[in-house]
């Protein structure tokens, strides 16, 4: 069974311009990166191989593809491929991904690694100018309504809803926000950077995209719900993340990785 790793590459393969919605999906996907030995006093260490595509760590996208890869069961550690790029950026190493048989087996080299960490990083600036007016979004790219869309479906149990608009700034600017109800605190910073993502790889050159946090009692939300574009968010509870699977880890104490 093809994972959505495997179709984002075959996609890219068939359509260069699919390209940053392999790299999105990369960045959202669940990793496991093999270790060079089991983890130790909190810490783990990535096992390196030196290939002729140069030093790579070796990351599988599902438990099964890593077991079959070695002859022997390895110790691994699940990360998001976000994680794992800024992890190795810098360092000179490159991503073996899915090595072995699977339709997405590729070489990313260290600088494309870095690449990804860079494009990554950075949350959008907390917003001071207010909105004067707020309509029904238009002149929104297809591409980018379809990027924010794969990423609220990953939300749910974080985000209770959300709702894109086109705005009128006090000075005069106009833009686009995307209203997002009900997020805890400690959840915003990443789901403003997993957003930002969305608008770096949509294949948009340049563009702007405000985030508005919003409590289901806002005064304002009912203006958002009435002429955004609201998005199909799953209702799901959100489980405890775990950064650990292999054998032996207390999940409750993520390794240190260096």
Do not use: C
Not at 146 to 159: C, E, S
């Amino acid at each position: 069974m093809q994972t959505p790793l495997d179709i984002a590459y075959l996609q890219m393969q068939e359509d260069e311009a699919q390209a940053m919605g392999f790299y999105a999906r990369f960045l959202e996907a669940e990793l496991f990166l093999m270790l060079e030995s089991e983890v130790a006093d909190g810490q783990a260490k990535p096992l390196v191989m030196q290939t002729s595509d140069g030093a790579l760590a070796l990351v599988f996208d599902r438990e099964e593809r890593l077991a079959d890869f070695g002859e022997v069961v390895s110790d691994y550690v699940a990360l998001s491929g976000r994680r794992v790029a800024t992890m190795l950026a810098g360092q000179g190493v490159g991503v073996g991904l899915n090595l072995g048989e699977a339709p997405s087996a590729m070489v990313l080299p260290a600088g494309a690694v870095t690449w990804l960490a860079e494009a990554a990083l950075g949350e959008d600036e907390e917003l001071e100018a207010k909105p004067l007016q707020i309509a029904k979004p238009a002149g929104v790219p297809e591409a980018l309504i379809t990027a924010l869309d794969g990423k609220l479906a990953n939300m749910g149990g974080v985000v209770g809803a959300a709702y894109l608009v086109s705005v009128t700034y006090e000075n005069g600017e106009q833009g686009h926000m995307l209203a997002l109800v009900n997020v805890p605190a400690p959840a915003r910073p990443g789901v403003s950077e997993a957003l930002s993502e969305a608008l770096r790889f949509s294949g948009i050159e340049a563009g702007q995209l405000d985030l508005a946090f919003l409590a289901s009692d806002d005064r304002h939300l009912e203006r958002f719900a009435k002429v955004g574009l609201g998005f199909e968010i799953p209702e799901l509870i959100f489980p405890k993340a775990q950064a650990t699977t292999a054998p032996g880890m207390d999940p409750d104490k993520p390794p240190i990785l260096r």
